[in-house]
């Protein structure tokens, strides 16, 4: 049939007519051949689709239909024409690959976005940033665009920057504007280092590469990307050209995916800590793990952060996908990710195709995506090209892949898993690029210093007062306490170590300060401590837990001290109560509110003295923003560090015991989110700036607070008229989840929960709760919930204390369990 | 070199490339046929023809080190007419 466009309008000089499409649908070879004859409408799984047919068109493609039906390999492209007997599609699923960054590769996509009335985004290779986010833009562009025309992917993946359009497009975050000032206020910095693109397998590479290089990309079989210093990537240029190698050096310079952005890390984990991460619509696959990405937030950061240091392994994830059923792949970008490919999937069967060209209007392009994909078997929304005004609906049938073509792919059994040899391949090629990468780490930075850390209440004795659950007093457990490393106290860690490596420095600013996970002190643990220093910056890496840059030098001279930013009330409770009343949980070493002196709709002020622990002047300050927080608002009130903008001492920090004023000033960027920028004063003189320290808010009411505080006397359920307690489930993230588990669970009990299926958790913790309230309802003294031992058929034991013989029956309906107790003979 | 050594030089590269990208389209290849927008070809598949180029003709043969002397940033642009050039010049009897 013959898809009709717009004809020319006739008062103007320049005529656009669309280009027509002929598609044509039979049951066999024959039968289509016959309808390329007589063109007339019919069904069924063997295709031909020509863009802009002419005569010679016509001719080439009786020829190509001869060549496919002989062969059984279907045609994609040549002369405008794809053309299958075997469609991949619907069984197939499709990806969309979004390009990274590429010599050229700029793509005409001006008249797409103007019939789909979306914003053009602008072009600009002037810098690495400007190519990412023109690279990022247009793929978004072009993402929405495949959608209106009904192309719906099973799973994105994207090369390099690609990966990140792939993650916005998929709805996992959203760029934010102002990213360069908040991240790089001094500058975007990236290490001088060149891409050499090789025209060979990573074998091969790995066979033939120095010591000072590493490689950065495994595109496809054919392809792979090495990088390093420039006069070291010439050299190994003229050694591959001299073994008839192909190899070109790439027209522009960083070090993304290799060991050399480690001392450029910190803004990028403090980026990547403060994204707002949704769950995806729809998979995203990782090219540094070859899978889809982890559904936990915080997996996906750490993620996000290893796939600025570790190989972007295309050809892995190529295979992986193919491996998982995917056969239509869709380059959302000019350029040549789709022919990586192509090279990497060789005779196997599949469709590739681009979504935009450097050389063709970008919707002819679309027009010949669509194509492509309706001539596999799927199904596209052709009307979508049309010019608006005569929409055409075109007939539903020929869209739809006839059942008679069901089942195509189940006859022709395809290639089985990889090979046993490709797998050892790539094993050792691993192992050479991580043997190689520690060389360029050792040799690159020979500033770089690693050490560990001794994590443990023996060298740490301050931290029993920074127990994050409370315990019965004496209790055996001191893991059911949770002694946790505040981040303040990592912060000042990190900068003593930098002043002992690097004696004579003083440390007079942090940066780009993030806290992934807690470090907890019991059981002990050794952590690593690792420094890179560039000039007078040293970044710093905390195992997991935490990466900071310290910046080194002279103070800088302090600003005027801030006025108070707003109308204020008496805050409404003491210094005193705060700890009393346990607002705040820490102990005697970490304690340093004074005095409360003013609660503002935005900020408060209070009166600090510096506490004995190490970082614990800091940590006071996190205290007094907490103190806003359970002051002016009902829930959330959990509220634990994850970054600092930054922070900038103008003057060495006091002995303890001394006093200081402390100005908080409060912003919540997001509901989850709590931000502060604050000043430390003493004798009238700024000591320290605070910028951008943010905190994550946990599900918190004020009664849940209060069995926080005390958990011993109070309890998350509510108490039934019939006597049995019903709790119901507030805590929808893992992370809150795991706040209740501890206050609620023993070490043991903890290990049960750790077994529990992901999807059990939830179900499974609430059960747990309910069964300890309803024992604890019952009880006159106050027992805390780890003390009473809770075991699978219902019955309960006291943990270091007697209870009387109770067995508790727990029914869980939706969101709610309900915990009767019965005594037991 | 003499011009019947370069215009069979020109012959052999325009037969060896049909084969590579296959005669259906019935593409007529001339000196000017350029590699990425005539024959549809990539990086990736330059890569492809240097080694068949060497295969054929032999180790002197040297796609790699051409490309590198051209400063071609990549396949945009170069015709087949260069490379016949380039292959004629290394295979010439001396």
């Known amino acids: ?825 | 070199m003499t011009i019947d050594h370069a215009s069979a030089t020109f012959d052999i590269v325009a037969e060896l490339l049909t084969e590579l990208v296959g005669d259906v389209l019935g593409i007529e290849i001339t000196p000017e046929t350029t590699f990425h927008e005539d024959l549809q070809l990539e990086s990736i598949d330059l890569v492809t023809f240097a080694s068949i180029l060497t295969e054929h003709f032999g180790a002197e043969v040297n796609l790699a080190e051409y490309l590198a002397e051209q400063d071609l940033d990549d396949v945009i642009g170069l015709t087949v007419g260069d490379i016949a050039r380039f292959v004629g010049e290394r295979t010439c009897p001396r």
């Open chain 1, 1 to 825: 049939m013959l898809a009709a466009g717009d004809p020319a309008p006739k008062r103007r000089v320049r005529v656009d007519e669309p280009e027509r499409v002929l598609r044509l649908a039979a049951n066999t070879p024959g039968e289509l051949l016959d309808r390329l004859d007589e063109a007339g409408s019919g069904d069924g799984p063997c295709r031909i689709g020509i863009v802009g047919p002419d005569e010679r068109k016509l001719a080439t493609a009786r020829k190509v239909l001869a060549k496919v039906a002989a062969e059984g390999r279907s045609w994609h492209g040549g002369g405008d024409i794809w053309c299958s007997v075997d469609p991949v599609l619907p069984n197939g699923k499709i990806a969309f690959v979004h390009p990274g960054l590429e010599a050229g590769a700029e793509p005409r996509i001006d008249d797409v976005a103007k019939h789909f009335g979306l914003d053009r985004p602008q072009w600009s290779t002037a810098s690495v940033l400007d190519r990412a986010a023109s690279v990022s833009a247009t793929g978004l562009v072009l993402d929405e665009a495949l959608r209106r025309l009904a192309i719906r992917p099973d799973a994105l993946a994207g090369h390099s920057v690609g990966e990140w359009t792939a993650m916005q497009a998929a709805g996992m975050y959203r760029a934010e504007p102002g990213l360069l000032q908040r991240y790089w206020p001094g500058g975007f910095e990236l290490p001088d280092a060149d891409y050499l693109v090789l025209g060979c397998p990573a074998a091969r590479v790995a066979e033939l590469l120095p010591g000072d290089l590493v490689v950065s990309h495994e595109n496809a079989t054919k392809q792979t990307i090495v990088c390093g210093p420039p006069d070291a990537v010439a050299k190994f240029a003229e050694t591959c050209r001299g073994l008839g190698i192909v190899a070109r050096t790439l027209p522009f310079r960083s070090g993304f995916h290799t060991p050399l952005m480690r001392p450029h890390l910190a803004p990028f984990a403090r980026l990547a800590a403060e994204l707002d991460l949704r769950e995806p619509a729809l998979p995203v696959w990782s090219a540094t793990t070859a899978r889809p990405y982890p559904a936990d937030p915080d997996e996906v950061r750490e993620l996000y952060l290893v796939h600025l240091i570790r190989p972007v392994r295309f050809r892995e994830l190529t295979e992986a996908l193919h491996e998982d059923g995917f056969r239509a792949f869709v380059q959302v970008g000019a350029g040549q990710l789709g022919s990586y490919v192509t090279d990497t999937l060789g005779e196997r069967r599949h469709l590739v195709v681009a979504a935009a060209s450097g050389t063709r209007s970008g919707l002819a392009q679309l027009r010949r995506v669509a194509t492509a994909l309706w001539t596999e078997g799927g199904s596209t929304d052709f009307a979508a090209l049309e010019p608006r005004q005569i929409r055409l609906t075109t007939g539903n049938s020929l869209l739809t892949l006839a059942d008679s073509a069901r089942g195509l792919l189940d006859d022709h059994a395809l290639p089985a898993g990889v090979p046993d040899a490709i797998v050892a391949e790539f094993t050792a090629l691993l192992t050479e690029t991580r043997r190689t990468a520690a060389d360029v780490v050792a040799a690159a930075a020979s500033r770089r210093i690693e050490s560990t850390v001794d994590v443990s209440l023996a060298a740490m004795p301050y931290l029993r007062d920074h127990r994050f659950f409370r315990q019965r007093e004496g209790w055996p457990d001191e893991s059911d306490f949770r002694p946790v490393v505040p981040a303040t106290t990592l912060v000042d860690l990190a900068c003593r170590a930098v002043e002992r490596a690097w004696p004579d420095t003083t440390a007079v600013a942090v940066r780009d300060a993030v806290f992934s996970r807690w470090l907890v002190a019991s059981p002990a643990q050794r952590v690593p401590l690792s420094m890179s220093r560039e000039g007078d910056r040293v970044s710093v890496e905390i195992g997991p837990y935490a990466l900071l840059t310290v910046e080194l030098g002279a103070f800088a001279p302090p600003p005027s001290p801030a006025g108070v930013p707003g109308p204020e009330t008496t805050p409404p409770l003491t210094a005193e109560e705060i700890y009393a009343q346990r607002e705040m949980f820490h102990g005697p070493a970490y304690r340093g509110l004074s005095r409360l002196t003013g609660l503002g709709e935005q900020h408060i002020r209070g009166e600090l003295v510096v506490p004995e622990a190490p970082g614990g002047l800091l940590d006071n300050v996190g205290q007094l923003l907490g103190c806003w927080l359970m002051a002016a608002r009902s829930d959330g009130l959990l509220a634990f560090p994850r970054s600092i903008g930054r922070l900038t001492w103008h003057g060495p920090e006091p002995a303890p015991g001394a006093r200081l004023g402390c100005l908080v000033r409060v912003r919540l960027p997001r509901p989850d989110v709590l931000e502060m920028d604050a000043e430390l004063v003493r004798d009238g003189r700024v000591l320290a700036s605070i910028e951008g320290w943010r905190d994550v808010r946990f599900p918190c009411d004020r009664a849940a607070h209060r069995v926080y505080a005390f958990p011993d006397r109070h309890r998350l359920s509510d108490r039934r008229d019939d006597g049995s307690v019903a709790v119901t489930d507030r805590w929808p993230t893992v992370a809150a989840r795991d706040i209740y588990a501890g206050i609620y669970l023993s070490a043991e009990e903890r290990a049960e929960f750790a077994a529990v299926p992901p999807r059990r958790a939830r179900g499974w913790l609430l059960e747990r709760i309910a069964a300890k309230d309803a024992v604890r309802a019952r009880l006159a003294e106050p027992v805390y919930p780890a003390e009473i031992r809770v075991h699978d058929d219902g019955r309960v034991s006291g943990r270091g204390r007697t209870l009387p013989d109770f067995a508790v029956t727990v029914e869980l309906t939706g969101d709610t369990a309900i915990a009767h107790l019965r005594s037991t003979p």
